[in-house]
């Protein structure tokens, strides 16, 4: 049973008592009520009343949690030092400090930049290269390590192979064919003219001649995608030495960042010997919750700790993380040096709106109403609720903008109280 204690003076209004009877009755939806000790001192202009309610004794049925909201509209109704406007909520010092009401006055956060988010550092994809054995062999010596820094055209890796060795002597040999078929096609050309041979045969040692320069060419552009350049492919026709080792050389300049092989290693065609990088500039991928993804746009600014140089929002991603409930943003950051592909650090991203400004408060000041965020701001003699847009979140800090500065009182504390009176009034 529900316990009230009462003052010694009786209240006579017939409509106080009404209302008191609605809060001892045993049929409101309580189950196993016990209503004891530790609550609020009501004022009445007939008298007042002391309800103690003990919450650890407290049993709600499903619909519990309406009923406590509608016993706190018709507790705050009994008050008549307690008014309250549209979105307004009127309370004295010692009212609030009753209700447990708590404020903090918000930081200005940093340029408006989001909360540190994490980051890590990758190459841009169009960035690497992998610099595959043009022929199948063995890896006979590797010469650069892991971060190098290779210029274009420097040798990379040598392979002694099979395959390279007849890639040479097919194209010599396509050379001799044709020499051989200009020869033929030379004498029918004089032939031809003496009228010792019909037309047909000399049209025929045309074609041929034709078609041995179509191989010599095929033969060559082979070389070519070995590795051989037009100087050494040149020598080759000139002095007729095969070689059986190929040097792979680097495509253009970039860093060294990864060796695919080891010196003694077989390969097929194809296989990849190293793997080339661009490093600058490189990309800083972030994962943002994707509640705080609203404030962030393509162009934004991005600060990474520890690190001078700013750089620019490039992609945000349509897909969120199932697991992390996070969204990739990438942003493409200038690099001299001081940033490393793996890297890992933390990140702040601009709201692109350089004429508004930002504010870090706790995150229980937050009111959240579906879509809607706010917080109350205090005035004098009570509390208003004031519209903010919400640009970050953490666990513990939100960062927020609006019609709020660093001289408002925000309440972080007694917020269900606060909420509750605003609900009493049907909103």
Known sequence: MSEVAWPSRRLTERGEDSRLRQINSPTRGWSKQNLQSNSASLAGEQGTFLMRVRHGNLRLTSSGGALARTLVAITLSLLPSVAMAQGEVKLSDAQARNLGVRVTHPIASRTDLTMPYPVQIVIPTQQLWVVSAPVAGMVANLLVGRGDRATAGQPLVTLESPSFVSQQRDYLHAIAQEHLVSQQLARNVDLFEGKAVPQRVLEASQAEARQAALVVAERRQMLHLSGMSDDAISRLAQQAAISATLTVNAPQTASVVELAVSPGQRLE????????????????????????????????????????????????????????????????????????PGQTTAARIGFLSAGESAFEIPYSGLVRR??????????????????????????????????VTERDAIAIGGISALRGMLSGLGQ
């Open 269 to 340: 065609q194809s296989a990849p010997l190293v793997k080339l990088a661009r490093l600058s500039p490189l990309w800083a991928e972030i994962a943002v919750p994707a509640t705080n993804i609203r404030a962030i746009r393509t162009g934004a600014k991005v600060e990474i700790e520890g690190y001078s140089t700013s750089g620019r929002v490039v992609l945000v991603s349509e897909t969120i993380d199932a697991a992390t409930q996070t969204i990739l943003i990438r942003a493409e950051v200038p690099n001299d040096g001081e940033l490393h």
């Open 370 to 403: 579906g879509e809607q965020t706010s917080v109350f701001v205090a005035f004098d003699g009570g509390f208003r609720l004031v519209p903010v847009k919400l640009l970050a979140e953490d666990q513990d800090h939100v960062v927020v903008s609006g019609a």
